[in-house]
């Protein structure tokens, strides 16, 4: 997730520098990190290449400016949500 500019980013140590799970972001922003990862590396594979060199900055830069607006508010029942999870863990 970016936090700043490309220099403090890349050089600065300030590119992901902590693992966030706001709402969208595992679904909208880490998938398509995998996806772009694993798709260069087979893409790599059937070609018989070394993988290329993924710019992470404009992928996250780009996904930041155009991703779909997420829900601010919870939505479902929490209560039996959790309920259902304790049956299922046996606690």
Not at 37 to 40: G, I, L, Q, T
């Given at each position: 997730m970016l936090w700043g500019h490309r220099q403090a980013a890349d050089g600065g140590g300030l590119r992901?520098?902590?693992n966030r799970e706001w709402s969208g972001l595992?679904?909208?922003?880490y998938t398509l990190r995998w996806r772009t990862?694993?798709?260069?590396l087979?893409?790599?594979?059937?070609?018989?290449r070394e993988p290329a060199p993924i710019d992470w900055y404009a992928l996250?830069?780009?996904w930041l400016r155009t991703h779909p607006a997420y829900p601010?508010?919870?939505s479902?029942?929490?209560?039996?949500?959790?309920r259902k999870?304790?049956?299922a863990v046996g606690a």
């Open positions: 992901d520098y902590a595992i679904d909208g922003l990862y694993f798709a260069e087979t893409s790599a594979l059937a070609e018989e996250e830069e780009h601010t508010k919870p479902g029942d929490i209560v039996r949500i959790a999870v304790a049956r």
